[in-house]
């Protein structure tokens, strides 16, 4: 996984940075702007436009007292649930087991999985200090698309981060996540496809929750 954030807990720096503003992203990408707003807007402008907002909350003093960390949160989970398509990541990150699933686990499964990325993240977006992020270009193919950005460091490094999207509606909604080459739903589903086969999908669902409430702690 990148860093923290799934059921493996080792990963190299460079991904640990690199997952950090991924979500960052993820999580801007409708920060505040409407329904309305963003009407008419291609998934570029839709990313930017968010992530600018995010940027804005992140340098505000009086949310970054701990006092607020739970409204924090909470805040972040409802953006996260506008912005991300966690029902067709979960769906893609289980392959054909997930036509194995009764509705109602399929529900289940996807109300853990999106509260294990939202847990995992969280922290590594109120780390940003002030990185560049350029967005180099984007390939559009009728309700699906491809948005290219650049993590700029201070240091002058790189980071490619790559944000696949499908549009519903107005909204282009993000499914995958591909850092330097590595797709977020290529990652989980080689973990949950190896959980599965050597274990159970209760087993699965187990440590996903087990991983879920360690990093409540």
Same mark, same amino acid.
């Given at each position: 996984?990148?860093?923290?954030?799934?059921?493996?807990?080792?990963?190299?720096?460079? +991904?640990?940075? =690199?997952?950090?503003?991924?979500?960052?992203?993820?999580?801007? %990408?409708?920060? +505040?702007?409407?329904?309305?707003?963003? +009407?008419?807007?291609?998934?570029?402008?839709?990313?930017?436009?968010?992530?600018?907002?995010?940027?804005? %909350?992140?340098?505000?003093?009086?949310?970054?007292?701990?006092?607020?960390?739970?409204? #924090?949160?909470? =805040?972040?989970?409802?953006?996260?649930?506008?912005?991300?398509?966690?029902?067709?990541?979960?769906? #893609?990150?289980?392959?054909?087991?997930?036509?194995?699933?009764?509705?109602?686990?399929?529900?289940?499964?996807?109300? %853990?999985?999106?509260?294990?990325?939202?847990?995992?993240?969280?922290?590594?977006? $109120?780390?940003?200090?002030? $990185?560049?992020?350029?967005?180099?270009?984007?390939?559009?193919?009728?309700?699906?698309?491809?948005?290219?950005?650049?993590? %700029?460091?201070?240091?002058?490094? $790189?980071?490619?981060?790559?944000?696949?999207?499908?549009?519903?509606?107005?909204?282009? #909604?993000?499914?995958?996540? @591909?850092?330097?080459?590595?797709?977020?739903?290529?990652?989980?589903?080689?973990?949950?496809?190896?959980?599965?086969?050597? @274990? @159970?999908?209760?087993?699965?669902?187990?440590?996903?929750?087990?991983?879920? $409430?360690?990093?409540?702690?």
């Amino acid at each position: 996984m990148y860093g923290d954030t799934g059921l493996h807990r080792s990963a190299p720096v460079r +991904a640990v940075l =690199a997952a950090r503003f991924a979500l960052l992203c993820l999580l801007g %990408v409708l920060a +505040a702007i409407s329904a309305a707003d963003s +009407a008419g807007l291609g998934p570029t402008e839709q990313l930017r436009g968010g992530i600018d907002q995010v940027l804005e %909350v992140l340098d505000d003093p009086a949310l970054k007292d701990a006092a607020r960390a739970a409204d #924090r949160h909470r =805040a972040v989970r409802r953006i996260a649930d506008g912005i991300f398509d966690f029902e067709e990541t979960a769906r #893609r990150a289980m392959a054909q087991h997930w036509r194995s699933l009764t509705p109602a686990q399929q529900g289940e499964f996807v109300d %853990v999985f999106s509260d294990l990325l939202e847990r995992a993240y969280m922290s590594k977006i $109120e780390l940003y200090s002030g $990185e560049k992020i350029q967005y180099p270009g984007e390939r559009v193919e009728g309700d699906v698309a491809t948005v290219s950005t650049r993590i %700029v460091t201070k240091k002058g490094t $790189e980071v490619p981060i790559d944000y696949r999207m499908l549009k519903r509606g107005e909204r282009w #909604r993000v499914y995958d996540v @591909s850092i330097e080459g590595v797709s977020l739903i290529a990652n989980y589903r080689t973990q949950f496809n190896s959980v599965i086969r050597t @274990s @159970s999908y209760d087993e699965l669902l187990r440590k996903m929750r087990s991983r879920v $409430e360690e990093m409540r702690r």
